[in-house]
Structures are given as C-alpha cells and as structure tokens.
C-alpha cells in the first residue's frame, strides 16, 4: 500500500525566501503526482499535475519535480511572499483518479 | 462557473442521528469522489463514482452510503453518527473516468462535529 510522507510538517520563512517542499513515497512506482494548495477553511486548489513522461513542471513562481528513481517530489517556491501562507499537499495519481494523499506541510510566510 | 458545491458548509450531530452530505458539480464530470480530512493525516478516500448509477469503495468506506443517479449530484449519507465521524469532509470531480492525467476539483468542504 502507497504511502506519501510529507516533511517538513510545518516551515516559516520570511517573505522574499525561496523554498522548497518534499514529498516521499513508499512505492517509487508512481505514475503520476500532483501537488495541491489548500487555504484554512477551504477546499483544495490543483496548483501541478506532473505526468509519468514529464520530471517537472512549472507555473509563475512554482516548479514541481518527480523523482521515480527515489521515489521523492520537490515544491520549489521562488521569491515567497505572505500570500503564499497555505497548507501543501501531494498526492499520488497512480490509481487514476483515486488519489493517495500525504498529510502536508503548513508553510507561513513572514513579512 | 460554480465547479464543485458542497451543502452544508457546518453541522453539529448527536451520536446516532442520521443525515445526507450534497455535493454537486456543473462541469458534466464523470468521475465523483468524497474523502475525510483528519488532524495530522493526508484525504483518505471513502467512496467514489465513475457515472450515474455505478459506485464503488474507497479506503474507509464504513458508516457511510453514497448513491449516484444523476451526473451532477453524488451525496455522502451518514446512517448513525458516530464520534470517530467528526472530520472535513471534501466531495471531488474530475472529466474522465479512468484517468490519471486530469486535475480533480474540490469543493470547500463539509466540517461535521458529532457529539
């Protein structure tokens, strides 16, 4: 059974800093990944879907990495400001749509 | 564009009462998902829909029903609330069935407490 560790549970850095967060997987058979933003009282927003024939992708001042070999996926965020402050989750798309989610990191930007 | 709305945004419940969780999408979605979010864990799935009248088991799909005889709705039925109920929970959608390579929207959510 797929499990997903997310570390670190918890980061703040202060506004302007480039950051990144990691994303583990028991079984580095993954397929596909995709990384999520959710705000306090809300739902999840899909901000990356990397797809098996792809090791990265990017938008705006996001880049999303995956590392079959290792079983590991990288959330690099460039020049963060406060309005980044949101909890991150990955998940594993390799059963298609049902999806195997770590437990996130809870990342609060400092201004 | 409403995406994916899910009704009620709160509720309290006594142990034992019974009550049905909406969700509805107007992206003319195939495939419908809920999952429950817990303090310190990852969405764990509990069931899920590939179209109208087909519905199948998730990870913790005990105490729970669904049903799906419309594309647009997929509502999560709780039969006897129980405390270990009390969760978030989050109805989601996607275009295809069987895919892997399409994002999932989700709703803003359903907090229950049950006493």
């Known amino acids: 059974k797929q499990e997903v560790t997310q570390i670190p549970a918890a980061l703040s850095v202060p506004e302007g800093e480039n950051l990144v967060l990691n994303c583990s997987f028991t079984d580095s058979a993954i397929y596909n990944l995709q990384w999520f933003r959710q705000d306090p009282g809300k739902g999840l927003t899909s901000l990356l879907l990397i797809q098996s024939s792809q090791r990265e992708q990017t938008s705006g001042r996001l880049n999303a990495s995956l590392d079959k070999s290792s079983g590991r996926s990288t959330l690099y965020i460039a020049a963060s400001q406060p309005g980044d402050s949101a909890t991150y989750l990955c998940a594993d798309r390799s059963g298609g749509n049902k999806l195997v989610f770590g437990a996130g990191t809870i990342l609060r930007v400092k201004s | 564009n409403a995406g994916v709305t899910q009704t009620p945004k709160f509720q309290v419940l006594k142990t034992g009462q019974s009550m049905t969780l909406q969700c509805a999408q107007d992206?003319?979605?195939?495939?419908m998902s809920w999952y429950r979010q817990d303090p310190g864990m990852g969405l764990r799935l509990i069931h899920y829909s590939v179209g109208a009248g087909i519905t199948d088991q998730g990870e913790v799909p005990n105490g729970y029903n669904v049903s799906r005889s419309t594309t647009e709705d997929f509502p999560l039925r709780l039969l006897s609330a129980a405390p270990s109920q009390t969760s978030v929970y989050f109805c989601?959608?996607?275009?295809?069935?069987?895919?892997?390579?399409?994002?999932?929207?989700f709703g803003d959510g359903t907090r229950l407490s049950i006493l």
């Open positions: 989601a959608s996607s275009l295809r069935r069987q895919t892997s390579n399409q994002p999932q929207h």
């Open positions: 992206m003319n979605h195939e495939y």
